[in-house]
């Protein structure tokens, strides 16, 4: 048996508080394989590579049998913010 | 070539033009009588070399096969044409100055398929090449050879097929030998300086003699010394040359893309780097491959050299 996606945002949820987690299982539904996205205060201060083990540490347990995890976004909510934006002025431009 | 053939024709015409008068001269002189049927009876025999009346009225058919010469002759026109369109002369392109800004994807070279030719600092042509992928070309003889490379001048030849490409490539040299009465020295034939040399792949690097071999040395200390004493060093999942998953994939992609020198470690290489993966997750605190150390330190895995790679960070990293 693999990690099911609702397993995953369990423990990013508890351990990191996101104010924003989007989770997308991409191994065709048997938990082998995930993409992250996450925003969290907890980032705020820290450099990516800390951000990553972060995400890494949170997710220990279920890093046992996963077989690829993809951190796309680790970004603190000001960060977030300015994306958000930055992608609405683009179809403007 | 085209415009040297003309010429020569011109030349030989005239000097039979020359050849015929002076004879038409003497048969003015011999057979005043005939003057107009004679002219015409020896310019029409003059191939032959044969002035007998006889003969004269048997070779009329002869005047026949010229036009038909002629046509060979004026087709070849609109293919020198087509040449020509296919790219500029390189008198009439204009110089580029070649530096790494310039090699990068922002760089004015172009990165289509054509001609370029390659100036020193002094404006003397070193090279004249053709291309796939000019800027790559230019970048590679950057490299090897950046002493050589002051300018470039690049004719991009659309819709390249190796004939047209070749054309366009022969032009420009036929250009320079006529200009300069030389052939670049770049391109003279036994100079392989500019010659795309096969690119030399560094071996991955092995941690240990081998399993029969006992360990003296703890395998950290072991990880610890290579990645202090190698600038970059990337530990990944299969050989450099291929990598046997996607993530390991894409890092050598980007530092091959970079042109960064860097030594990679074959973690699944039972024979000589047995038991490192386990010992390198708890050394770098980081629980999958590929790992990308940089200084000594680790930058992270596949996700992270990649947001670095788009927001163009790696060259400062790189370059500390």
């Known amino acids: ?93 | 070539m085209q415009h040297s053939l003309k010429r020569r024709n011109e030349t030989d015409s005239c000097f039979f033009l020359s050849r015929y008068r002076h004879r038409s001269s003497m048969a003015t002189l011999n057979l005043s009588s005939l003057q107009a049927l004679s002219s015409h009876r020896l310019c029409s025999s003059f191939p032959q070399n044969t002035p007998t009346p006889s003969f004269n009225f048997q070779l009329k058919p002869s005047i026949n096969p010229r036009p038909i010469s002629l046509k060979p002759y004026v087709s070849e026109k609109p293919r020198a044409r087509v040449v020509a369109l296919a790219v500029k002369s390189l008198g009439d392109t204009e110089a580029l100055a070649v530096s790494p800004e310039n090699d990068g994807p922002a760089g004015e070279l172009p990165s289509g398929a054509g001609v370029y030719a390659v100036y020193d600092t002094n404006g003397d042509v070193q090279f004249i090449g053709l291309s796939r992928n000019i800027a790559a070309s230019v970048a590679a003889h950057w490299k090897s050879v950046p002493e050589l490379c002051g300018s470039v001048k690049a004719g991009v030849v659309d819709e390249p097929d190796r004939e047209t490409l070749t054309q366009a490539w022969k032009s420009w040299m036929e250009e320079y030998i006529k200009d300069s009465g030389k052939v670049p020295p770049g391109n003279e034939s036994g100079n392989a300086t500019w010659v795309r040399q096969a690119p030399k792949r560094k071996p991955d690097l092995r941690l240990t003699p081998g399993r029969r071999m006992q360990l003296t040395v703890p395998l950290e200390n072991l990880i610890d010394g290579l990645v202090k004493e190698n600038k970059v060093v990337a530990f990944i999942k299969g050989p450099r040359s291929a990598p046997l998953c996607g993530f390991s994939q894409r890092v050598i992609a980007i530092l091959e893309n970079e042109g960064v020198d860097y030594e990679s470690v074959n973690v699944l290489d039972e024979e000589y780097n047995y038991e490192l993966r386990e010992t390198l997750k708890k050394y770098s605190n980081w629980p999958t491959f590929p790992q990308i150390f940089v200084d000594g330190e680790l930058v992270g895995g596949c996700d992270i050299l990649t947001s670095m790679y788009e927001k163009g960070e790696l060259a400062s990293l790189f370059k500390k």
């Open chain 1, 1 to 93: 048996m693999g990690v099911t996606k609702e397993q995953v945002e369990l423990s990013l949820k508890a351990k990191l508080n996101p104010s924003h987690l989007e989770v997308v299982d991409i191994s065709g539904g048997c938990g082998a394989s995930f993409v992250v996205e996450i925003v969290s205060e907890q980032f705020e201060g820290k450099r990516l590579l800390e951000r990553h083990r972060m995400v890494n540490a949170a997710l220990e347990e279920e890093m046992k049998q996963i077989h690829a995890l993809s951190i796309k976004k680790a970004v603190t909510p000001e960060q977030w913010k300015q994306q958000q934006e930055s992608n609405q002025s683009n179809p403007a431009a």
